[in-house]
Protein backbone atom coordinates (compact mmCIF):
# COMPACT_ATOMS: atom_id res chain seq x y z
CA UNK A 1 0.00 0.00 0.00
CA UNK A 2 1.40 3.28 -0.29
CA UNK A 3 1.70 6.32 2.01
CA UNK A 4 -1.20 9.16 1.60
CA UNK A 5 -0.25 12.90 2.04
CA UNK A 6 -3.41 13.36 3.58
CA UNK A 7 -3.63 10.68 6.37
CA UNK A 8 -0.47 12.49 7.71
CA UNK A 9 -0.24 12.35 11.63
CA UNK A 10 1.07 11.31 14.73
CA UNK A 11 3.32 8.10 14.51
CA UNK A 12 2.60 5.83 17.39
CA UNK A 13 3.32 2.13 18.77
CA UNK A 14 1.88 0.78 21.07
CA UNK A 15 -1.28 2.57 21.55
CA UNK A 16 -3.52 5.04 20.26
CA UNK A 17 -3.81 8.29 22.43
CA UNK A 18 -4.85 10.55 20.26
CA UNK A 19 -7.80 11.13 18.00
CA UNK A 20 -9.91 10.87 20.74
CA UNK A 21 -8.81 7.27 21.70
CA UNK A 22 -7.22 7.81 24.83
CA UNK A 23 -5.81 4.86 27.32
CA UNK A 24 -5.64 2.25 24.03
CA UNK A 25 -1.89 0.81 25.23
CA UNK A 26 -0.90 -2.27 24.53
CA UNK A 27 0.08 -3.97 27.69
CA UNK A 28 3.14 -6.36 26.60
CA UNK A 29 6.75 -6.30 25.31
CA UNK A 30 7.46 -5.07 21.74
CA UNK A 31 10.44 -7.10 20.44
CA UNK A 32 10.92 -4.77 17.37
CA UNK A 33 9.29 -2.46 14.85
CA UNK A 34 10.27 -2.21 11.29
CA UNK A 35 9.61 0.87 10.03
CA UNK A 36 9.35 1.57 6.06
CA UNK A 37 8.46 5.64 4.97
CA UNK A 38 6.80 4.00 1.66
CA UNK A 39 4.71 1.40 0.95
CA UNK A 40 6.16 -2.37 0.25
CA UNK A 41 5.44 -4.85 -1.58
CA UNK A 42 4.50 -8.56 -1.50
CA UNK A 43 7.83 -9.94 -1.51
CA UNK A 44 9.07 -6.95 1.06
CA UNK A 45 6.79 -8.28 3.48
CA UNK A 46 7.81 -12.06 3.38
CA UNK A 47 11.28 -10.89 3.67
CA UNK A 48 10.65 -9.03 6.47
CA UNK A 49 8.44 -11.72 8.23
CA UNK A 50 10.82 -14.01 7.22
CA UNK A 51 13.34 -12.21 9.31
CA UNK A 52 11.39 -11.41 12.50
CA UNK A 53 10.37 -15.78 11.85
CA UNK A 54 13.74 -16.46 12.11
CA UNK A 55 15.04 -13.77 14.74
CA UNK A 56 12.66 -14.84 17.60
CA UNK A 57 11.30 -18.04 16.90
CA UNK A 58 7.71 -17.42 15.18
CA UNK A 59 6.08 -19.80 13.37
CA UNK A 60 4.65 -18.59 10.40
CA UNK A 61 1.37 -19.80 8.76
CA UNK A 62 2.45 -21.95 5.75
CA UNK A 63 -1.33 -21.05 4.43
CA UNK A 64 -0.27 -17.62 4.39
CA UNK A 65 3.97 -17.47 4.08
CA UNK A 66 4.85 -20.80 1.80
CA UNK A 67 8.18 -19.85 1.64
CA UNK A 68 10.86 -17.99 4.27
CA UNK A 69 13.06 -15.26 2.43
CA UNK A 70 16.57 -13.85 2.59
CA UNK A 71 17.00 -10.16 2.58
CA UNK A 72 17.85 -10.46 -1.51
CA UNK A 73 14.61 -12.62 -1.50
CA UNK A 74 16.63 -16.18 -2.17
CA UNK A 75 14.37 -18.81 -0.80
CA UNK A 76 15.60 -20.16 3.04
CA UNK A 77 12.50 -22.63 3.52
CA UNK A 78 10.37 -23.77 0.63
CA UNK A 79 6.85 -24.66 0.85
CA UNK A 80 6.71 -26.77 -2.04
CA UNK A 81 10.19 -28.57 -1.85
CA UNK A 82 9.42 -29.25 1.75
CA UNK A 83 5.92 -30.24 1.74
CA UNK A 84 4.19 -32.23 4.89
CA UNK A 85 7.23 -30.57 7.39
CA UNK A 86 5.36 -26.82 7.05
CA UNK A 87 4.84 -26.90 10.68
CA UNK A 88 6.43 -25.33 13.16
CA UNK A 89 9.10 -23.49 11.28
CA UNK A 90 12.58 -22.54 12.56
CA UNK A 91 15.84 -21.88 12.27
CA UNK A 92 19.25 -20.23 12.73
CA UNK A 93 21.12 -18.12 10.09
CA UNK A 94 23.51 -14.88 8.92
CA UNK A 95 21.88 -12.30 6.72
CA UNK A 96 24.57 -9.03 6.86
CA UNK A 97 21.60 -6.91 5.08
CA UNK A 98 19.35 -7.10 7.64
CA UNK A 99 21.61 -7.55 10.88
CA UNK A 100 20.64 -10.90 11.54
CA UNK A 101 23.27 -13.40 13.55
CA UNK A 102 21.27 -16.53 15.02
CA UNK A 103 22.74 -19.02 16.71
CA UNK A 104 20.17 -20.82 18.25
CA UNK A 105 16.42 -21.24 18.14
CA UNK A 106 13.41 -22.21 19.42
CA UNK A 107 9.60 -22.38 19.28
CA UNK A 108 8.84 -19.01 21.16
CA UNK A 109 5.10 -20.37 21.22
CA UNK A 110 6.06 -23.72 22.79
CA UNK A 111 5.18 -25.23 20.04
CA UNK A 112 7.97 -27.90 19.63
CA UNK A 113 10.19 -29.95 21.47
CA UNK A 114 13.28 -28.95 19.80
CA UNK A 115 15.88 -26.19 20.31
CA UNK A 116 18.59 -25.86 17.98
CA UNK A 117 21.65 -24.15 17.90
CA UNK A 118 25.18 -23.41 17.07
CA UNK A 119 28.38 -23.69 19.85
CA UNK A 120 26.71 -24.44 23.33
CA UNK A 121 23.06 -23.61 23.24
CA UNK A 122 22.58 -21.38 26.24
CA UNK A 123 20.05 -18.77 27.91
CA UNK A 124 20.21 -16.33 24.75
CA UNK A 125 21.49 -16.12 21.54
CA UNK A 126 23.41 -13.22 22.82
CA UNK A 127 25.00 -14.92 25.06
CA UNK A 128 26.18 -17.72 22.47
CA UNK A 129 27.05 -15.39 19.81
CA UNK A 130 29.51 -13.42 22.48
CA UNK A 131 30.57 -16.73 23.09
CA UNK A 132 31.47 -18.59 19.69
CA UNK A 133 32.30 -15.82 17.21
CA UNK A 134 32.37 -16.90 13.77
CA UNK A 135 30.43 -19.66 13.71
CA UNK A 136 28.79 -18.61 11.33
CA UNK A 137 31.26 -17.71 8.36
CA UNK A 138 29.47 -16.82 5.12
CA UNK A 139 26.60 -14.47 4.59
CA UNK A 140 23.24 -15.42 3.50
CA UNK A 141 24.37 -18.94 5.56
CA UNK A 142 20.92 -20.42 7.42
CA UNK A 143 19.69 -23.88 8.42
CA UNK A 144 15.77 -24.14 8.90
CA UNK A 145 13.93 -26.90 9.88
CA UNK A 146 10.39 -27.73 10.06
CA UNK A 147 8.46 -30.83 11.49
CA UNK A 148 5.29 -32.93 10.24
CA UNK A 149 3.04 -31.38 12.70
CA UNK A 150 3.13 -34.46 14.55
CA UNK A 151 1.86 -34.93 18.29
CA UNK A 152 5.34 -34.99 20.28
CA UNK A 153 3.45 -37.88 22.56
CA UNK A 154 1.86 -39.73 19.64
CA UNK A 155 4.11 -43.42 19.26
CA UNK A 156 4.45 -45.96 16.84
CA UNK A 157 5.65 -49.37 16.73
CA UNK A 158 5.55 -49.16 12.57
CA UNK A 159 8.12 -48.00 10.45
CA UNK A 160 11.48 -48.86 12.77
CA UNK A 161 15.11 -49.08 11.61
CA UNK A 162 16.26 -52.86 11.09
CA UNK A 163 19.49 -52.32 12.36
CA UNK A 164 19.75 -49.01 13.92
CA UNK A 165 22.92 -49.48 15.89
CA UNK A 166 21.45 -49.33 19.27
CA UNK A 167 22.07 -52.11 21.99
CA UNK A 168 18.53 -53.21 22.13
CA UNK A 169 16.07 -53.84 19.74
CA UNK A 170 13.90 -50.52 19.16
CA UNK A 171 10.52 -50.63 19.86
CA UNK A 172 8.52 -47.62 19.12
CA UNK A 173 9.46 -43.94 17.86
CA UNK A 174 8.04 -40.48 18.03
CA UNK A 175 5.47 -39.66 15.29
CA UNK A 176 6.98 -35.89 15.12
CA UNK A 177 9.62 -35.82 12.38
CA UNK A 178 11.32 -32.92 11.46
CA UNK A 179 13.35 -32.01 8.02
CA UNK A 180 15.66 -29.50 7.47
CA UNK A 181 16.99 -27.40 4.49
CA UNK A 182 20.57 -25.64 4.53
CA UNK A 183 21.89 -23.20 2.37
CA UNK A 184 25.62 -22.80 2.45
CA UNK A 185 26.79 -25.04 4.53
CA UNK A 186 26.18 -24.99 8.11
CA UNK A 187 28.02 -27.09 10.48
CA UNK A 188 27.58 -29.13 13.29
CA UNK A 189 24.36 -28.50 15.44
CA UNK A 190 23.51 -29.19 18.62
CA UNK A 191 19.88 -30.83 19.04
CA UNK A 192 18.08 -30.59 22.49
CA UNK A 193 14.47 -32.12 22.78
CA UNK A 194 12.71 -31.21 25.77
CA UNK A 195 10.57 -34.37 26.70
CA UNK A 196 8.65 -33.35 29.62
CA UNK A 197 5.34 -35.05 28.89
CA UNK A 198 6.25 -36.01 25.49
CA UNK A 199 6.23 -39.78 24.28
CA UNK A 200 3.33 -40.24 27.06
CA UNK A 201 2.09 -43.90 25.73
CA UNK A 202 1.17 -46.84 27.55
CA UNK A 203 4.16 -48.64 26.79
CA UNK A 204 6.77 -47.87 29.03
CA UNK A 205 10.59 -46.74 27.97
CA UNK A 206 13.48 -46.52 29.80
CA UNK A 207 15.85 -43.01 29.46
CA UNK A 208 18.87 -45.37 28.16
CA UNK A 209 16.58 -46.39 25.08
CA UNK A 210 16.42 -43.14 23.64
CA UNK A 211 18.36 -41.98 20.71
CA UNK A 212 17.86 -39.90 17.61
CA UNK A 213 16.69 -41.87 14.11
CA UNK A 214 18.28 -40.19 10.89
CA UNK A 215 16.96 -40.66 7.70
CA UNK A 216 20.21 -39.97 5.90
CA UNK A 217 18.89 -40.98 2.47
CA UNK A 218 16.08 -38.46 2.96
CA UNK A 219 13.88 -41.83 2.04
CA UNK A 220 10.42 -40.86 3.70
CA UNK A 221 11.23 -44.08 6.01
CA UNK A 222 12.97 -44.94 8.95
CA UNK A 223 13.30 -48.89 8.32
CA UNK A 224 17.32 -47.84 6.95
CA UNK A 225 17.61 -45.16 9.36
CA UNK A 226 20.42 -45.10 11.94
CA UNK A 227 20.85 -43.68 15.40
CA UNK A 228 23.05 -41.40 16.73
CA UNK A 229 24.67 -38.26 15.76
CA UNK A 230 24.94 -36.64 12.49
CA UNK A 231 25.75 -33.57 10.17
CA UNK A 232 22.78 -31.15 9.43
CA UNK A 233 22.63 -31.93 5.53
CA UNK A 234 21.50 -35.82 6.70
Not at 16 to 24: K, Q
Not at 89 to 109: E, P
Not at 120 to 142: E, H, M, Y
Not at 166 to 179: A, D, E, F, G, V
Request: glycine fraction near 16%; proline fraction near 3%; hydrophobic fraction near 35%.
Amino acid sequence: SSISSSALGPFEIGGRVGGGFPGRIFKGNIAEVIYYTRGISAQERQQVQSYLAVKYGIHLDPTAVSNYLASDGSVLWGGISNTGYTSTVMGIGRDDNSGLLQYQTSSSAGLDVLTLGLGSITNSNAVNVASNPGLLAADKTFLMVGSNGALTGSLTTTDLPTNPGTSTPMRMRMQRIWKAQNTNGVGSLNLQFNLAGALSSSLGYTTSELCLLIDRGNTGSFTGAVSGTGTSGG
